[in-house]
């Protein structure tokens, strides 16, 4: 006997909706900004890594209303100085692989993100932040959403090479 779930869930106590389509979503986001009722308003949209990029983009760009879109990729650091960054923790055992002590700060590249601050600071209206780390942009933000997806999709992503 096994204590291995094949249909895994999570059991939701609580009354929740569920919006299908980004028509649906991205008029719930824009019910959120609307109710803020502020001038300027700074909206992450945090993702998690394999989420692809272009799909949700084009999806968000075109049904939310913005003034400023931002990427979160523009304050990462350059893939050369990744590289080196992270070669202390790579390694070619898929057991007994490192967890690595950097954190999401390690990775972004400190002028750019000075850079990205100011462009925000002068800005006004509806300030879209997108992508990973995108949180940690801002000094402050007013709506925080996480696109996370599935563990088996970012797997079957992987093993495609799409991620």
């Known amino acids: 006997m ?3 779930n094949n249909t895994p869930c999570v059991e939701v ?4 909706t569920v919006w299908k389509g980004w028509a649906d979503i991205c008029s719930q986001i824009n019910q959120a900004i609307s109710k803020a009722e502020k001038d300027n ?3 992450i949209i945090e993702t998690y890594q394999g989420v692809i990029d272009e799909e949700l983009v084009a999806a968000l760009q075109k049904g939310i209303g913005h003034d400023l879109w931002i990427n979160s990729a523009n ?3 350059r893939e050369e100085e990744l590289l080196a960054l992270v070669y202390p923790d790579v ?5 007994f692989g490192y967890l690595t002590r950097l954190n999401m700060t390690d990775f972004m590249d400190q002028s ?3 850079e990205i601050r100011g462009t925000i ?4 209206g509806t300030i879209i932040i997108y992508g990973t780390g995108g949180s940690l942009i801002p000094d402050s933000y007013d709506l925080l959403i996480y696109a996370d997806m599935a563990r088996w999709e970012i797997q079957q992503r992987m093993r495609k090479n799409l991620v």
């Open 2 to 4: 096994t204590n291995f």
């Open 13 to 16: 106590k609580e009354d929740f």
């Open 41 to 43: 308003m700074i909206v």
């Open 75 to 77: 304050a990462m650091k």
């Open 91 to 95: 390694t070619d055992d898929r057991i």
């Open 112 to 114: 750019a993100l000075l």
């Open 121 to 124: 600071n002068q800005a006004t």
